[in-house]
């Protein structure tokens, strides 16, 4: 079992739709989490980090479950450029960071 | 600031050839950390580095060798490349503070392909 699980997807959905992507992680011990956002051919790059209150940059939302493992984010009002590959990213320990296999969202006019 | 910068951005190997990447960083960050990526596999922690002069091994570690010289530079050397090398290379970066609580950032990527 990967210690960061996500569903690859894709997800197809029209402009200015709401999309939530989920993952899980099997290392209780975990003790930060991210968002990833990287583009065809691409470095990753930081979208957000995950709190366990919630937190909220524009138009996406992250959440933190952590008596589920669970971690979410939310995309509202998507736009074109939003399609991309996003990473659920643990943080597990002397910031070694273990990565998901990405979703891919694809946004269409 | 430049952020991470690597170099070269493509290159084209033999079999049996030998190169180096390097991998710079402007932000002064003590952890520096070189990955691959190949198509179904995601990003592979090769080697990384927790400060100037050390380094260790990661999850994929073999066939590759790192120094860590200057705290700004992480060089990542291919001694005897083989076509299973083939791949994407990402250097990144991160400090120790609790503030940033170890996000990385990372450079645009080497493309290399060994024939």
């Known amino acids: 079992r990967k210690e960061v699980e996500q569903d690859p997807g894709p997800f197809n959905v029209p402009e200015g739709a709401t999309v939530a992507f989920n993952c899980t992680y099997s290392?209780?011990?975990?003790?930060?989490f991210f968002w990833y956002r990287q583009d065809c051919r691409k470095e990753p790059k930081l979208l957000m980090s995950?709190?366990?209150s919630g937190n909220e940059d524009g138009r996406f939302t992250a959440q933190l479950n952590r008596a589920s493992q669970y971690i979410s984010l939310l995309i509202r009002d998507s736009k074109l450029s939003d399609s991309a590959t996003y990473l659920c990213?643990?943080?597990?320990?002397?910031?070694?960071?273990?990565f998901g296999g990405g979703t891919r969202l694809m946004v269409k006019p | 600031n430049a952020g991470v910068t690597q170099t070269p951005k493509f290159r084209v190997l033999k079999t049996g050839q030998s190169m180096t990447l390097l991998c710079a960083q402007d932000?002064?960050?003590?952890?520096m950390y070189w990955y691959r990526q190949d198509p179904g596999m995601g990003l592979r922690l090769i080697h990384y580095?927790?400060?100037?002069?050390?380094?260790a091994k990661g999850e994929v570690p073999d066939g590759y060798n790192v120094s860590r010289l200057k705290k700004q530079n992480f060089l990542l050397g291919l001694e005897s490349a083989a076509p299973s090398q083939t791949s994407v290379y990402f250097c990144?970066?991160?400090?120790?503070?609790?503030?940033?609580?170890?996000?990385?950032?990372f450079g645009p990527g080497t493309r290399l392909t060994v024939l």
């Open positions: 990144a970066s991160s400090d120790n503070g609790d503030s940033s609580a170890g996000a990385q950032y």
């Open positions: 290392n209780s011990a975990s003790q930060s």
């Open positions: 995950v709190y366990s």
């Open positions: 990213v643990a943080n597990n320990a002397g910031n070694m960071l273990t």
């Open positions: 932000m002064n960050h003590e952890y």
């Open positions: 580095s927790v400060g100037e002069g050390t380094t």
